[in-house]
């Protein structure tokens, strides 16, 4: 998308600002209202939120597309919550197209049995990455094939943690702790090491995830809770991405 701006110059300043022009907004209307007057205090608190918290700042350092995923997914929100369906849907589908797992949350129209919406947000979405990869030099039919390759490579290769890298899931951080701990009696212990464990903990998690889904689907709950559980779905399963801060 932005490789198309010229000059070069211009891609990262116009990145970054279509993020904080999305996030700004969305954060204000979170807090006190979009419409609400600004005093000095909202002000402030709104400075500290969006630049010196530390999710915006990792974000804004990578340089990553979760910087546009994660206003899209705030102001589908807010376009549900008002019942404007076909607006999230667009919005929906875009953060789909930026980063495949945001598709987790098309369960929140089937929750609500509103599948047509469900339907049209992976239509769109299919639509979208199409288009965005028919603009690449070999065109639609290779670039996908390259897409979905690479698809199929993140999801043979979980996270899991490693030396060098840790993902926002929660094993990665249980492989940083118990590292971190063992290191301490002179015995490192490496939980992807040790293939019982991580095929045990991706059983669990499976499985925990499975039940609040299940539970989400029983017992009709407010958007937000819908969306806090969907998003510890995701943190729950071992996918190799480091793009959950923002949520």
Same mark, same amino acid.
């Given at each position: 998308?932005?490789?198309?701006?010229?000059?070069?110059?211009?891609?990262?300043?116009?990145? *970054?600002?279509? +993020?904080?022009? %999305?996030? !700004?907004?969305?954060?204000?209307? /979170? =807090?006190?209202? #979009?419409?609400?007057?600004?005093?000095?205090?909202?002000?402030?608190?709104?400075?500290?939120?969006?630049?010196?918290?530390?999710?915006?700042?990792?974000?804004?350092?990578?340089?990553?597309?979760?910087?546009?995923?994660?206003?899209?997914?705030?102001?589908?929100?807010?376009?549900?919550?008002?019942?404007?369906?076909?607006?999230?849907?667009?919005?929906?589908?875009?953060?789909?197209?930026?980063?495949?797992?945001?598709?987790?949350?098309?369960?929140?129209?089937?929750?609500?049995?509103?599948?047509?919406?469900?339907?049209?947000?992976?239509?769109?979405?299919?639509?979208?990455?199409?288009?965005? *990869?028919?603009? +690449?030099?070999? %065109?639609? !039919?290779?670039?996908?094939?390259? /897409? =979905?390759?690479? #698809?199929?490579?993140?999801?043979?290769?979980?996270?899991?943690?490693?030396?060098?890298?840790?993902?926002?899931?929660?094993?990665?951080?249980?492989?940083?702790?118990?590292?971190?701990?063992?290191?301490?009696?002179?015995?490192?212990?490496?939980?992807?090491?040790?293939?019982?464990?991580?095929?045990?903990?991706?059983?669990?998690?499976?499985?925990?995830?499975?039940?609040?889904?299940?539970?989400?689907?029983?017992?009709?709950?407010?958007?937000?809770?819908?969306?806090?559980?969907?998003?510890?779905?995701?943190?729950?399963?071992?996918?190799?991405?480091?793009?959950?801060?923002?949520?």
């Amino acid at each position: 998308l932005f490789s198309l701006v010229e000059p070069v110059s211009l891609r990262v300043p116009i990145f *970054l600002a279509s +993020f904080f022009a %999305g996030f !700004i907004p969305m954060v204000k209307q /979170y =807090l006190y209202g #979009l419409k609400s007057r600004l005093t000095l205090h909202r002000v402030l608190v709104l400075f500290v939120l969006v630049f010196l918290t530390y999710p915006v700042l990792f974000a804004v350092d990578r340089g990553n597309f979760d910087l546009l995923v994660c206003p899209l997914l705030l102001s589908f929100a807010w376009s549900y919550q008002r019942q404007k369906y076909m607006a999230a849907t667009w919005l929906l589908a875009l953060a789909i197209a930026f980063k495949p797992y945001a598709a987790v949350f098309i369960l929140i129209y089937a929750i609500d049995k509103r599948y047509r919406y469900a339907f049209l947000t992976a239509l769109t979405a299919a639509f979208i990455s199409a288009m965005s *990869l028919s603009l +690449f030099k070999d %065109g639609l !039919i290779v670039e996908t094939q390259k /897409y =979905l390759a690479a #698809l199929s490579n993140m999801a043979n290769d979980p996270s899991f943690g490693s030396d060098f890298v840790y993902t926002s899931d929660i094993f990665s951080g249980l492989t940083m702790l118990t590292k971190s701990v063992t290191q301490a009696f002179k015995h490192s212990v490496n939980l992807p090491d040790h293939p019982s464990i991580s095929m045990a903990y991706l059983v669990l998690a499976g499985a925990a995830g499975l039940y609040l889904i299940i539970q989400l689907w029983r017992n009709p709950e407010p958007l937000w809770k819908k969306l806090a559980i969907l998003t510890i779905v995701i943190v729950l399963l071992p996918i190799n991405t480091h793009d959950y801060r923002l949520l």
